[in-house]
């Protein structure tokens, strides 16, 4: 089993920065690939970016050079640094770890976008 603990969230202004940290319960953290979701109220929720064991990346075209993700194989975490932020990405951050068709997901930590 894998336990995931999303931190980092807040109020924040439009322009501002956050970084999301989510700590891993894991044995074998370099296998997984680690990534950020969000959710706001009625909506799907929205893959954000991915990190492989290896450190390749991948975001979506809304984030793409404002978030960077990166991952710590030793602490077992894995980060998420938001810059220029704005209201649109106003939502529940979601940490989710996925190897060998298992999918785990951290209780979302709140990030509020607004003047």
Same mark, same amino acid.
């Given at each position: 089993?894998?336990?995931?603990?999303?931190?980092?969230?807040?109020?924040?202004?439009?322009?501002?920065?956050?970084?999301?940290?989510?700590?891993?319960?894991?044995?074998?953290?370099?296998?997984?690939?680690?990534?950020?979701?969000?959710?706001?109220?009625?909506?799907?929720?929205?893959?954000?970016?991915? !990190?492989?064991? *290896?450190?390749? =990346?991948?975001? @979506?075209? $809304?984030?793409?050079?404002?978030?960077?993700?990166?991952?710590?194989?030793?602490?077992?975490?894995?980060?998420?640094?938001?810059?220029?932020?704005?209201?649109?990405?106003?939502?529940?951050?979601?940490?989710?770890?996925?190897?060998?068709?298992? !999918?785990?997901? *951290?209780?979302? =930590?709140?990030? @509020?976008? $607004?003047?």
């Amino acid at each position: 089993q894998v336990q995931l603990v999303e931190s980092g969230g807040g109020l924040v202004q439009p322009g501002g920065s956050l970084r999301l940290s989510c700590a891993a319960d894991v044995s074998a953290f370099r296998f997984y690939v680690m990534g950020w979701f969000r959710q706001t109220p009625g909506k799907q929720r929205e893959w954000v970016a991915w !990190i492989t064991g *290896g450190d390749s =990346t991948s975001y @979506t075209d $809304s984030v793409k050079g404002r978030f960077t993700i990166s991952r710590d194989n030793t602490k077992k975490t894995v980060d998420l640094q938001m810059n220029s932020l704005n209201p649109g990405d106003t939502a529940v951050y979601y940490c989710r770890a996925h190897y060998a068709g298992k !999918i785990y997901w *951290g209780q979302g =930590t709140q990030v @509020t976008v $607004s003047s």
